[in-house]
């Protein structure tokens, strides 16, 4: 008997262990909601192999009735809800900073994000089914199956947290299923947090238990990694109290077609890409053919009502014969955009790459 294809077949392979790997481009472009086969994997350990019969959900900490709940149990006694939204990870575009003086972690180009249809359980009403009490003061840590290891430290559970006000807002979910179909095992299977307009990071996937405390999690990915540092400190050993943690993440856009290096005839030329505000509206885009001395606007297609989904945008540009660097910013509904260069962003993680993104091609 043959295994069954991998799920994730096509995807652009960043690391093998532990599994991290990315859509190309022309794929993340080509449908609005991102097909699970298509969707980027970011993993720190082995992927767990579970069980849906037997997994289970714990709940406590500061709250006033401590819930076991198997996963019948969590899908009979919660109300179901499906948000679309996008989940991206804090080192999306990260070869972009590495370009200009090296940073640590796995060289992601801008398909480290994906927009998905998720389906489960608001986090919130188990919260209050638990009895926690809504101080935004208070954390609320997710801990996981997978065990990880991180350069210099010791093997340890996945832990990551939240502030209370985001676990108490109702788009935060706790899910099953992700447009339509159950997850992967590479996806979190059978259960995941989905955290909206947050890094990656904090949707843990596998996830075990859910703690209300006082502080963040005490993990090492939680007190060091994914804080942004300043750009003096350049190599390890890292200073992290100079870090700030990340939670939201920043407006961003990118081009998805053409690809970078392409030749392509001269003329009118198809650019089409994605952009995302977290929680804000995508208001403009704005694309050029110069570098960013000129501007021509992008058409927008988004869907309404969904404030944590994304915006696709797609524009003709006439390219003359010769060189061109092709160049996307976008604007949000405070009227902000993008820096315009990685110098400007540079740290040494390589986190939040969200400067103008460009691509050199050619044109014949
Ligand atoms: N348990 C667990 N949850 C996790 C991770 C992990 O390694 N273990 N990686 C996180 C990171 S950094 C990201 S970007 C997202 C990626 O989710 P995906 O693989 O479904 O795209 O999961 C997050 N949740
Ligand atoms: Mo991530």
Request: proline content about 10%.
């Amino acid at each position: 008997m043959s295994a069954p294809p991998p799920p994730m077949s096509g995807l652009i392979v960043r690391s093998e262990q532990p599994f991290n790997a990315e859509p190309p481009l022309p794929h993340l472009r080509a449908a609005f909601v991102t097909p699970q086969a298509t969707f980027y994997v970011r993993s720190h350990g082995e992927v767990p192999r579970l069980d849906e019969a037997h997994h289970r959900l714990r709940v406590g900490g500061r709250v006033a009735q401590p819930l076991d709940l198997s996963m019948a149990e969590l899908r009979q006694r919660f109300p179901h809800r499906t948000v679309p939204a996008v989940l991206q990870c804090a080192g999306n575009r990260r070869s972009d900073l590495h370009r200009v003086r090296p940073v640590s972690g796995d060289l992601w180009a801008p398909g480290a994000i994906g927009h998905a249809e998720w389906t489960g359980v608001p986090l919130a009403e188990v919260l209050r089914a638990a009895g926690a009490a809504p101080d935004e003061a208070l954390h609320v840590a997710f801990s996981a199956s997978d065990m990880v290891d991180m350069p210099g430290e010791e093997s340890f559970r996945f832990g990551i947290s939240i502030p209370m006000g985001k676990a108490m807002s109702g788009e935060v979910l706790l899910a099953f299923a992700i447009n339509g179909e159950a997850l992967t095992p590479e996806h979190g299977f059978p259960l995941r947090v989905v955290v909206p307009g947050f890094a990656g990071i904090r949707s843990a996937k596998w996830v075990t238990g859910i703690t209300v405390q006082d502080e963040p999690a005490d993990t090492p990915m939680q007190r060091k990694n994914y804080k942004l540092l300043p750009p003096d400190i350049a190599a390890p050993p890292f200073d992290w109290e100079r870090g700030f943690t990340i939670n939201e993440m920043p407006l961003t856009s990118a081009i998805c077609e053409p690809e970078e290096q392409a030749t392509l005839p001269a003329g009118p030329t198809l650019l089409r890409g994605y952009a995302t505000a977290s929680g804000r509206g995508v208001t403009r885009v704005d694309v050029s053919a110069d570098g960013g001395r000129r501007w021509q606007q992008a058409e927008l297609e988004r869907r309404p009502g969904a404030p944590w989904s994304w915006t696709f945008w797609q524009t003709r540009l006439e390219l003359s014969p010769g060189e061109h660097e092709l160049v996307v910013r976008a604007w949000d509904s405070a009227g902000q955009t993008q820096p315009a260069s990685p110098e400007e962003v540079w740290n040494a993680k390589g986190y939040l790459c969200a400067s103008w993104h460009r691509v050199r091609v050619r044109a014949d």
